[in-house]
């Protein structure tokens, strides 16, 4: 049986990103004998582009076909200029989010062995490191609420969003959030701002009746607030963050970045029949696009999240993050994780993509 596997790289680093986990891909199919069909599909600027608009319906049709969706990123300064529902990331990436109902995003962010100098927390805190889950809710909250828009003129002119949450999405967000602790250190901090918005106070009854299916999860609230700055000071005793949509969308950019790089925190989004849409966190850095610099760990390691999730392939999967954590601790960095002085030793896309792609094959 061959899987299907609709690969939109999108823009900017999207491309140069997908090109190497399509190397690593290769490499694991060989070693365990899969076979997967991967189709291209246009979508972002790109299809704007080639097709005038972020995403053609054959982009759609070939998702909708499909096992799985590896994603790159879209978006960049050329598309600014549009009317926001016909940019990338409005006319595209939400829209796919929204057709699939991907509600659960899954963010993993952990200190791999080797980078503790890299995350720019202070050394004596960077040394315990740290293992963190972002649980996102992906469809709902200020992201979709209706009403949104503007209206008015001059003076009078105004613009809105709504933040709107249902027991519902509240609730199949926590039971993924609870039954991953469970796997883990059996620990769920929930993020909210009780204090000021309806939402998260609905937010926050609704995670306390969930827990109590999950007596052996400790649960704790969190304002967003101060959760950016607890993680700063103590990464270390987070397991599971259960976000809303903005508030995950902040906190596993945070995290990230407390890793080394944005370039390494891979997610997985996922509906309720388990179908999903495997992408990199972080966006199409246009500010590197096109030098070959950027990391392409964030996207291969997604890509070991489809063979896990999507096509139940656990073996490949773990022996991508094997190669992956080897790659790392053997100094294999992209320029962005070294300092001034060490970017000499920098390692490009493509060579880290190589290097990967050639532990995968030998393993370990
Ligand atoms: P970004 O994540 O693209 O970049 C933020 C910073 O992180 C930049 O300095 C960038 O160079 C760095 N970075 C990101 N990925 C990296 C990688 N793989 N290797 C090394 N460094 C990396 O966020 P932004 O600058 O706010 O947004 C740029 C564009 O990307 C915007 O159009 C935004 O809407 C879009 N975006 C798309 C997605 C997506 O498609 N999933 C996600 C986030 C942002
Ligand atoms: C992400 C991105 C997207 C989001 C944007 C590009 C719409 O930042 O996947 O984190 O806000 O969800
Ligand atoms: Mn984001």
Wanted: glycine content about 10%; charged content about 25%.
């Amino acid at each position: 049986m061959s899987y299907q596997v609709a690969v939109l790289a999108g823009d900017g680093i999207g491309p140069e990103v997908m090109a190497e986990a399509r190397k690593v891909l290769s490499a694991v199919e060989e070693r365990f004998s899969l076979a997967i069909e991967y189709t291209s599909f246009d979508v972002g600027g790109a299809a704007i582009d080639n097709h005038g608009c972020p995403l053609p319906e054959a982009t759609l049709k070939g998702c909708e076909g499909a096992d799985a969706i590896l994603f790159g990123s879209v978006g960049g300064p050329k598309w600014e200029h549009l009317p926001p529902n016909d940019q990338p990331e409005r006319g595209a990436l939400l829209p796919l989010r929204g057709h699939f109902e991907l509600f659960c995003n899954i963010r993993p962010a952990k200190l791999h062995q080797g980078l503790e100098h890299m995350s720019p927390l202070r050394s004596d805190i960077s040394a315990k490191g740290f293992d963190v889950l972002c649980v996102r809710e992906l469809t709902g909250g200020i992201y979709f609420g209706k009403p949104k828009g503007r209206q008015g003129e001059g003076e009078n002119e105004e613009a809105f969003d709504t933040m709107r949450y249902s027991r519902k999405e509240i609730e199949r967000i926590a039971h993924i959030a609870f039954e991953a602790a469970q796997g883990r250190r059996k620990k769920v901090t929930s993020v909210d701002k009780a204090n000021v918005l309806a939402c998260s106070v609905l937010w926050r009854e609704v995670v306390e009746d969930v827990a109590k299916d999950y007596p052996d999860v400790e649960l704790e609230h969190i304002y967003i607030d101060n959760a950016t700055m607890q993680l700063l000071r103590r990464p270390n005793e987070f397991d599971v963050m259960l976000c809303s949509n903005l508030f995950g969308d902040i906190i596993s950019d945070e995290v990230a970045m407390l890793t080394g790089s944005m370039g390494l925190l891979s997610s997985v989004s996922m509906n309720s029949q388990g179908f999903g849409l495997y992408e990199p966190a972080g966006g199409s850095a246009p500010d590197i696009a096109g030098q070959g610099i950027a990391n392409p760990v964030a996207q291969i390691l997604s890509a070991a999240l489809l063979l896990r999730h999507s096509l139940k392939e656990e073996a490949a999967a773990v022996a991508i993050e094997v190669a992956v954590s080897k790659a790392l601790r053997d100094g294999y960095l992209t320029g962005e994780l070294l300092t001034s002085d060490q970017r000499n030793q920098a390692k490009s896309t493509s060579e880290m993509g190589d290097y990967i792609a050639q532990v995968v094959k030998e393993g370990v």
